[in-house]
């Protein structure tokens, strides 16, 4: 189980009007508010959280260790890796597609997919030319180093290539996880709304880039890219805001330019 997240690892498959029960409150408590019983429930509870607090750090130590391998590894190739992230349906998977079909960066890319269940975005890729590798997390909400390290065994990517890491779609708990990658970016599209980085603080608190997706639908919803650039930046004064749209191409060259740098 992922202390962090309370979501289980299960089965990780690397492809080859309203009424409240009110507790009841003494009109005139006394100067000691719980009985024996409440007294060794709050310890237990004490000791619980610290117990889970303990394990978290573990598991987020361990993961360190394996992502800090990957990135050893990756350099050593003079591979370059981006975790991609955001809430399904921001437009991950269009904009790597949109990528490698212009086939403007000069190298290589492959992507490891991550994705609960299905194949559906490596396949996607696949077919926009560039190889791919499909996790399924079952009820796990992110990937993790060890999954990454199996699928770039699986991928084998070329020396000086890019690999592109597409996580579980969740503004939360990838945020958490290094995966070795040299760069994290995040995805945010017009139709979420504009309070995203004021609602999931750590994610835009770890981003090296912000791409907000969909601009072409900016006259119809109710959207202030320079309200979200403002809130991103107290988080993370360094991060670059990138405006883009997958639909009608509009800046994409920015985005290859950037994935150039790395």
């Not at 394996?66 to 955001?86: C, D, F, H, P, W």
């Not at 504009?194 to 880039?209: Q, S, T, V």
């Given at each position: 189980m992922c202390t962090s997240c309370g979501c289980a690892t299960g089965e990780i498959r690397v492809e080859n009007d309203h009424k409240h029960d009110h507790a009841h409150v003494d009109p005139q408590p006394g100067p000691h508010l719980l009985d024996r019983h409440d007294a060794h429930q709050v310890d237990a509870d004490r000791q619980?959280?610290?117990?889970?607090?303990?394990?978290?750090?573990?598991?987020?130590?361990?993961?360190?260790?394996?992502?800090?391998?990957?990135?050893?590894?990756?350099?050593?190739?003079?591979?370059?890796?981006?975790?991609?992230?955001?809430?399904?349906?921001?437009?991950?998977?269009?904009?790597?597609?949109?990528?490698?079909?212009?086939?403007?960066?000069?190298?290589?890319?492959?992507?490891i997919e991550g994705d609960q269940e299905t194949a559906y975005d490596a396949e996607r890729i696949r077919a926009a030319g560039a190889r791919a590798v499909q996790i399924n997390t079952?009820?796990?909400?992110?990937?993790?180093?060890?999954?990454?390290?199996?699928?770039?065994n699986v991928l084998a990517p070329d020396p000086g290539s890019l690999v592109v890491l597409e996580n579980v779609g969740n503004l939360v708990c990838p945020a958490l996880f290094d995966l070795g990658e040299q760069a994290k970016v995040v995805i945010i599209s017009v139709?979420?709304?504009?309070?995203?980085?004021?609602?999931?603080?750590?994610?835009?608190?770890?981003?090296?880039?912000?791409?907000?997706?969909k601009t072409d639908l900016l006259p119809y919803v109710d959207f202030d890219v320079d309200r979200l650039t403002a809130d991103a930046r107290r988080l993370n004064p360094g991060v670059t805001v990138l405006p883009l749209s997958v639909r009608d191409g509009s800046r994409l060259q920015t985005w290859y330019d950037w994935l150039k740098t790395l």
């Open positions: 619980l959280r610290t117990h889970t607090l303990d394990l978290e750090e573990r598991i987020l130590a361990k993961n360190d260790l394996l992502a800090q391998r990957n990135r050893l590894t990756l350099a050593e190739r003079g591979i370059a890796a981006v975790n991609l992230m955001s809430s399904p349906g921001a437009g991950k998977t269009s904009l790597l597609e949109r990528t490698l079909r212009d086939d403007r960066i000069g190298r290589p890319i492959s992507v079952g009820s796990g909400c992110h990937l993790d180093a060890t999954m990454v390290a199996h699928g770039l139709t979420e709304g504009d309070d995203k980085p004021l609602k999931y603080p750590h994610m835009f608190a770890a981003a090296d880039l912000v791409v907000v997706n």
